[in-house]
């Protein structure tokens, strides 16, 4: 059961990390280590959003999004009234991203959430759909002010894909609702690979806390399901 919020969307964090949670490698290699059922559990999670947000590091990893093609997932969104693909929305403080990257080239509304400087790399382009110049605080862009755009634009729902550093930035702002984990069967290690919360991190007694809604074994692989507890 979702809780209700205002003023911004219902936030998913959806990531597969290793046994030692770490997101990728000591090389930031694009995360293939999940299985097809991690997969299909990704793009189960995408359907049922409005908008799924990543960074520019995780976009310029893959150089892709993940696309919804299993036709049950596709006729579920139809029937709900919905587009066959959520708007995927770039974050980005630079907005420095390749322009030849696969990811312009696939049929997903395409948004870039920035800042003013970073906007104004996009003038005039038609690469992105649309382009959000998002206030800025001392640390980087507000969340808080993007959120309030988000609802605005009428997203409802919105799934968090990576990385790190995006996710540290909506926690530290209070607007992730739930937590997909999914703890994939090998051991990456190194002190400078990703995990699925960077930034300066939290202190034991101010961290956020999470209620534990399922757990799901599949093969070799464990499926967690959390809430924030506010």
Same mark, same amino acid.
């Given at each position: ?34 299985? &097809?059922?991690?997969? =299909?559990? +990704?793009?189960? *999670?995408?359907?049922? %959003?409005? $908008? ?6 995780? #976009? ?86 993007? &959120?309030?755009?988000? =609802?605005? +634009?009428?997203? *409802?729902?919105?799934? %968090?894909? $990576? ?6 930035? #909506? ?60």
């Amino acid at each position: 059961m979702e809780i209700l919020v205002t003023n911004r969307p219902y936030t998913i964090v959806v990531l597969a990390m290793s046994a030692d949670g770490k997101i990728a490698d000591v090389q930031a290699s694009p995360a293939r280590f999940g299985s &097809g059922v991690d997969k =299909a559990h +990704l793009e189960k *999670q995408i359907a049922l %959003v409005d $908008g799924v947000l990543f960074g520019a590091g995780t #976009l310029r990893a893959y150089g892709t999004t993940l696309m919804i093609s299993d036709p049950e997932l596709l006729e579920q969104r139809e029937l709900q009234g919905k587009k066959s693909q959520p708007t995927h929305i770039v974050c980005s403080g630079s907005g420095k991203i390749d322009p030849k990257l696969r990811f312009f080239q696939q049929p997903v509304p395409r948004w870039l959430f920035t800042t003013i400087k970073g906007s104004q790399i996009w003038q005039g382009k038609r690469e992105f759909h649309k382009v959000f110049a998002i206030k800025m605080l001392e640390e980087g862009i507000n969340w808080v002010a993007a &959120g309030e755009k988000l =609802a605005e +634009l009428g997203l *409802q729902k919105v799934a %968090v894909l $990576g990385g790190g550093k995006l996710v540290a930035s #909506l926690l530290e702002a209070d607007l992730v609702d739930e937590f997909w984990l999914t703890v994939c069967p090998l051991i990456l290690g190194g002190e400078n690979a990703p995990s699925p919360v960077a930034g300066a991190g939290f202190l034991a007694n101010l961290a956020p806390k999470l209620q534990l809604l399922s757990v799901k074994t599949v093969d070799q692989e464990v499926f967690l399901h959390y809430r924030l507890q506010r």
